[in-house]
């Protein structure tokens, strides 16, 4: 079947899944864009409510469907899973994640898709991995949102703690989205100047201390919403429409999304979030950053944890 790259999908119609279909309507980047959910209410409702806004935004066609409607989709969102508990580590909610996924992905490869698959749901590189293998797609088209949120975070926190647009500063949060996720300072810069050699020009100093208070606050920033107000999903949605523009207009730039390594740093049976270029196919190719002998091993701890909760999933 032919690929509709104005055409999208949504697939699952909580809070996340509502946010990313409100941020696709404010972006204009698709033409038509279903919703999917277990409750056919849900998805109705939610069609219905982002169509009243229809006369203020683009042209866009919104309905509630089934996996029938999507085998011609550009890109199809993953956001559906049970919520992270206040407490819970994105790694407890694997067990009942990966039976869901694992049930969305047969629907889906039942069919002629030949679209993008972008996991959302937690935790997302484990998910990843597990949409990739059970699809058997190539892994250029099974990507996840990884850690473009967390990364978002850290050019924020950075931005404020040396007086500087956000925006000018460029550094990744890699690894797993969750907890033993880490921070490149060694690539850090802002503009192109050295985290440093920047610190020294704004008179500014930004030691270990702060680098590790940094670090934790990003790290611990979801628990942090979800125990004020339950969830978290406008950054989410901001970032998955950073990913989706990316795709739809092939921007190539470079996000740090959930893929699966075959070699890269050393690693294979895995998804991590790596810093790649993104456009119109997905993963256009992965970006091998010079490391830092402890970020290199925390890299692999990371990776470590991973496959340890992979292993035990019993995919086949």
């Not at 990966?98 to 969305?104: C, K, L, T």
Request: hydrophobic share 40%.
């Amino acid at each position: 079947m032919e690929v509709n790259y104005r055409k999208a999908a949504v697939i699952g119609c909580g809070f996340v899944g509502a946010s990313i279909a409100f941020r696709f309507l404010q972006q204009g980047l698709f033409s038509s864009l279903v919703l999917l959910d277990a409750n056919r209410d849900k998805a109705e409702g939610e069609a219905m409510d982002l169509s009243d806004g229809l006369p203020y935004g683009a042209a866009m066609e919104i309905t509630a469907g089934t996996y029938d409607d999507i085998t011609d989709c550009g890109l199809v969102v993953v956001t559906a899973g049970v919520n992270q508990k206040p407490g819970e580590t994105r790694l407890q909610l694997i067990e009942r994640n990966a039976a869901i996924m694992r049930s969305i992905v047969g629907e889906i490869t039942s069919r002629p898709f030949g679209g993008i698959l972008l996991i959302v749901s937690n935790p997302v590189d484990v998910l990843t991995y597990v949409a990739r293998e059970l699809s058997g797609y190539p892994r250029e088209r099974v990507i996840g949102s990884g850690t473009v949120l967390d990364t978002a975070r850290l050019k924020e926190l950075l931005g404020e703690e040396l007086g500087v647009d956000s925006r000018n500063v460029h550094a990744f949060i890699v690894g797993e989205h969750g907890d033993s996720e880490l921070a490149v300072w060694s690539g850090a810069n802002v503009s192109g100047l050295g985290l440093e050699d920047f610190c020294r020009l704004r008179g500014k100093e930004l030691h270990e201390p702060g680098r590790e208070r940094i670090y934790r606050e990003i790290r611990d920033s979801a628990n942090e919403i979800i125990k004020r107000k339950g969830a978290t999903y406008y950054g989410i949605a901001m970032a998955v429409g950073r990913i989706a523009a990316c795709i739809v207009k092939d921007e190539h730039a470079v996000l740090p999304i959930s893929v699966a390594l075959e070699g890269e740093y050393g690693l294979d049976q895995v998804a991590l979030s790596i810093p790649s270029i993104v456009g119109k196919n997905g993963l256009e190719k992965i970006l091998e950053l010079p490391l830092g002998e402890s970020e290199r091993g925390a890299l692999e701890g990371s990776a470590r944890q991973l496959k340890e909760v992979i292993a035990g999933l019993r995919l086949y």
